[in-house]
Structures are given as structure tokens and as C-alpha cells.
């Protein structure tokens, strides 16, 4: 295949990912209108759920289609690294506004559960080897043990939804919901072939591609989302998608790693620099976005407290450039 067919399909891939996120992002909201579905799992389990859809079936395409399991590493720790960082640069972006928000408290559990889920993917990484219940690891399963009891901690009361229904019922929106979740599924699935021959081309390492392809292509629905929140003034319902889908995506790990049992299928934990940089970068921007909180909530609209948030948005961003720059060997380690 010609390079340069490759790569605008990889554009086109992408530009359709963004496309049927924000459709399905309607379609959810329209859900929310219209149905007697708690308000909070809705936005925060099945929206996280929808925007980390790319995410889930390029890990598992990557495991049963290209039989490369390191690419899932990349990806999901990529995803979240991504997704902290451009967090932080919105928050940066639009900090004139971001003095009169407050964030939820809960977002303090919620990042902590973000820190304990890295903790483990450590332990997978550094000790996979020894912690093999048959082909999977051990790790995989706690990390949806903690997802699960996050969700039971979740407020449960519900908010009254303020979006326009755009004239379509209930079952309308659950049949277009279904419809453009199918088609996201099966873009995905070609992203990740994609991005396999894109790194071949390029000699990059798949775990590198995968955090700098699909990482960026699979982050774009929560990014799309948050900038808009954060536009609209809604600085605490950004943080939730945000942090809502890097959680959702750790449980993916599981996923990824249940479906690996194909013969001669490498673990899906690879530890490499790659996937190294990309745990310790991810775990100091999951800390620094906690600092970042607890100093704004606690300084209000003081300018000393505005100086630390602004510095403490911008780390997120700094630690992914310096995972671009140790892993394209700009920076020797």
C-alpha cells in the first residue's frame, strides 16, 4: 500500500472518530432527557464508556487482529496521558474563567483511585511474569475490582438535563446510538491496522505508536467534549469526562488481557522505556492534577492560588512532551 494512501487513511479514520463521538455524545445526552436513568451514571460511567469506545476495540483489535499486545500498553497509557495533558492546557486556555469554578471533592477519590490503578499496571509490568493466573495477570482482575468499587462510591443524585432533544424519541436515540457505536467499532478496528502498518513504515517501536497514533486518535472524543464544557464555563462536568474515562480505560487493560489467550500471544504488560515513561509521566500528572484541585478549591480566586493552578495545568503537558522526547531519543536516558 502507497505511504501516502496509508496516511490519509489514517486522517480519514480519525476525522471519522471524531465525527460519530460527538454524535454518540448527543445521542447519550439525549438518553439523559428521556429516560429514567440515574443522571450520574450516565455521565459518568456511560459517557466515559462511549468517549473510551475507540480505546476498547483498538486494544482489541490490537490482541486478536494484529497480535500486537504491546500496542494496548501504549494506547491506554498513551490515552491517559493525552488526556491529562490537554486538560491541563485547556484549564491554562481558559483560566480567566477557571477562578470562579470549584471542583467536586470527589474528583479527589477519583484521582486517587487513578494513582492506585497505576500502582498496579506497575506491578504488571515490573512483576507480570509471577503473577500469571493462567494466561492472564493477576493485576488485571484488581483493576476491575477498584473500578467497581469506584462506581458503588459515585453520588448517585441525579441533575435535571438542560439539552436540546432535537426532535427524536427515546428509541431514535438508542437506535442511532447503537448504529454509530457498530461503525466506531469497526473504525476503530481499521485505525489499528493503520497505525500497525504506520509504524512499520515509520520503524517505530508499537508501543511508542501506539501511545503517539492511537493514543491521540482514541483521546479525541474526551478532548472534543471537555473543550466544549470548559468553553461553556462547566469546568467540574470536564474534569469528570476526563478523569471518568482514564479510569474507564484502565479496566480495558482487563478486557485486552482476558481476550490474549491466543497461542504464541505475548503478555499484554510489556515493560520497555516506552511503557515505563509513560506510567511514571501519567502517575505525576494524575498527582499534579489532585494539587491542582486541592489549591483551587482551598485559594478560591486569590492571584497567588491562580499562579500554582496555572503551573500545576501546565506539568501534564510537560510530562507528555518529555515522553515524546525521551522515546524519540531527542533526550538519552
Wanted: proline letters at 2%; aromatic letters at 10%; glycine letters at 8%.
Amino acid at each position: 500500500m502507497p505511504d501516502a494512501l496509508v496516511y490519509i487513511l489514517y486522517i480519514a479514520a480519525v476525522a471519522i472518530v471524531v465525527a460519530l463521538s460527538i454524535k454518540l455524545g448527543k445521542y447519550v445526552d439525549i438518553i439523559d432527557a428521556k429516560s429514567n436513568i440515574s443522571g450520574a451514571f450516565i455521565g459518568g460511567v456511560m459517557l466515559a464508556a462511549v468517549t473510551s469506545l475507540p480505546e476498547l476495540f483498538t486494544s482489541l483489535s490490537a490482541v486478536w487482529v494484529v497480535k500486537e499486545n504491546s500496542l494496548v500498553i501504549g494506547n491506554i497509557l498513551g490515552s491517559n496521558l493525552i488526556n491529562f495533558a490537554f486538560f491541563g492546557v485547556m484549564l491554562a486556555i481558559f483560566c480567566r474563567g477557571l477562578k470562579k469554578a470549584e471542583f467536586s471533592k470527589f474528583y479527589y477519590i477519583a484521582l486517587a483511585v487513578v494513582v492506585c490503578m497505576y500502582g498496579l499496571v506497575a506491578l504488571g509490568l515490573c512483576l507480570g511474569d509471577y503473577l500469571k493466573i493462567g494466561w492472564y495477570t493477576a493485576v488485571s482482575p484488581a483493576i476491575l475490582v477498584l473500578y467497581v468499587l469506584f462506581i458503588r462510591k459515585m453520588p448517585k443524585t441525579s441533575e435535571q438535563s438542560e439539552s436540546k432533544d432535537e426532535g427524536l424519541s427515546l428509541k431514535q436515540a438508542v437506535t442511532r446510538f447503537i448504529i454509530c457505536a457498530v461503525v466506531l467499532i469497526g473504525t476503530s478496528i481499521c485505525m489499528t491496522y493503520l497505525t500497525d502498518i504506520v509504524s512499520d513504515k515509520l520503524s517505530l517501536g508499537k508501543t511508542f505508536a501506539g501511545a503517539l497514533f492511537l493514543g491521540v486518535a482514541t483521546s479525541l472524543p474526551e478532548l472534543i467534549s471537555s473543550i466544549t464544557l470548559c468553553h461553556r464555563g462547566n469546568y467540574d462536568a470536564a474534569a469528570g469526562n476526563i478523569i471518568g474515562s482514564n479510569i474507564f480505560n484502565f479496566t480495558i487493560l482487563f478486557v485486552a488481557d482476558v481476550f490474549s489467550f491466543m497461542p504464541d500471544s505475548t503478555g499484554i504488560y510489556v515493560l520497555n522505556t516506552e511503557s515505563a515513561c509513560l506510567l511514571i509521566f501519567g502517575a505525576i500528572a494524575a498527582l499534579s492534577t489532585i494539587c491542582m484541585m486541592a489549591v483551587k478549591n482551598k485559594s478560591g480566586a486569590s492571584r497567588g492560588g491562580s499562579i500554582w493552578v496555572f503551573a500545576l495545568n501546565l506539568l501534564p503537558p510537560v510530562m507528555y512532551v518529555l515522553f515524546l522526547l525521551i522515546t524519540t531519543g531527542v533526550i538519552a536516558v
